[in-house]
Nanobody
Framework: QLQLVESGGGLVQPGGSLRLSCTGSGVALDDYAITWFRQAPGKEREGVSCISPSDGGTYYYGSIKGRFTSSRDKTKKTVFLQMNSLRPEDTAVYFC???????????????????WGKGTLVTVSS
């Protein structure tokens, strides 16, 4: 059973940057599609990014395009979400999720994700 742990959340001022990490339970994540979702208070969970297995491509969704970047580290055990030009509306709990036998596309649904982390809180405020 794959276990995911997010880290790197915190409080940041508008316009600032944070880098979130998603680490698997001692296993390489290269064989999984790794996605980031977020859920703001009182809102539904929404997809942020998806990186296909073996760096098959990365997709971004919604208002974060051009500001956020997802990547795998060289050991393939961690996936990052680099968040730049943060806005107050980016405030949310950010979750990473994984799926096997899944390739990212222009559409992302949490339905296909089999493994979830517990989330890390990002607060953008002055």
């Amino acid at each position: 059973q794959l276990q995911l742990v997010e880290s790197g959340g915190g409080l940041v001022q508008p316009g600032g940057s944070l880098r979130l990490s998603c680490t698997g339970s001692g296993v390489a994540l290269d064989d999984y599609a790794i996605t980031w979702f977020r859920q703001a208070p009182g809102k539904e969970r929404e997809g942020v990014s998806c990186i296909s297995p073996s760096d098959g491509g990365t997709y971004y969704y919604g208002s974060i395009k051009g500001r956020f970047t997802s990547s795998r580290d060289k050991t393939k055990k961690t996936v990052f979400l680099q968040m730049n030009s943060l806005r107050p509306e980016d405030t949310a709990v950010y979750f990473c999720a994984a799926a096997s036998n899944y390739y990212c596309s222009n559409y992302l649904s949490d339905y296909h994700m089999s493994y979830w982390g517990k989330g890390t809180l990002v607060t953008v405020s002055s």
